[in-house]
T-cell receptor, first 114, second 117 residues
């Protein structure tokens, strides 16, 4: 069974803290993605990575950074958490093959910044 | 500009009726893929159906079909004989051409579908 695992289901952090969200996939996928999901806004792409140590900004990268040191792991970093980063964060992965390859998602991390 | 537009924030449909969820997209690529995902209240994202830009036939998967109109840039999801378990959020997504470093998957804002018994 394919698996994308996010390290936490729920997180509560304080304003100004550095926050790490971890995502691991066991499918040997090249592509990995981080999205945030907010009501009425759908899923918005923060960053994506198509190879180890490679990354591309998505649509809303401000306030975030990412790290991909190993193929299976893609980390999202909130350098200094703010209340407007309270959201659901979804990680996904897919094969680098053709446009027909579906993305597999983790269970999501609901982050609350207080 | 929005890459994926879903104009129906919410829909209510009687059980056993067919339902069409709208999706329009914007791309200048010739090669792209369109996806539909379902997100029940539990939160997981479930892949439903895929349509490639070069596919001549509309995709079908069980009760799901994708009404692909390339010239109009629309990729509507049709669910036949709706069931109570179809109540969920539905997202349309697009993956643009296979160029190195351009494998991103863009989502719409979603449609919340509620099936009424």
């Amino acid at each position: 069974d394919v698996k994308v695992t996010q390290s936490s289901r729920y997180l509560v952090k304080r304003t100004g803290e550095k926050v790490f969200l971890e995502c691991v996939q066991d499918m040997d996928h090249e592509n990995m993605f981080w999205y945030r999901q907010d009501p009425g806004l759908g899923l918005r792409l923060i960053y994506f990575s198509y190879d180890v140590k490679m990354k591309e900004k998505g649509d809303i990268p401000e306030g975030y950074s990412v790290s991909r040191e190993k193929k299976e792991r893609f980390s999202l970093i909130l350098e200094s958490a703010s209340t407007n980063q309270t959201s659901m964060y979804l990680c996904a992965s897919s094969l680098y093959q053709d446009t027909g390859t579906e993305a597999f998602f983790g269970q999501g991390t609901r982050l609350t910044v207080v | 500009a929005q890459k994926i537009t879903q104009t129906q924030p919410g829909m209510f449909v009687q059980e056993k009726e067919a339902v069409t969820l709208d999706c329009t997209y914007d791309t200048s690529d010739q090669s792209y893929g369109l996806f539909w995902y379902k997100q029940p209240s539990s939160g997981e994202m479930i892949f439903l159906i895929y349509q490639g830009s070069y596919d001549e036939q509309n995709a079908t998967e069980g009760r799901y079909s994708l009404n692909f109109q390339k010239a109009r840039k629309s990729a509507n999801l049709v669910i036949s004989a709706s069931q109570l378990g179809d109540s969920a959020m539905y997202f349309c997504a697009m993956r643009e051409g296979r160029r190195f470093g351009n494998e991103k998957l863009t989502f719409g804002t979603g449609t919340r579908l509620t099936i009424i018994p």
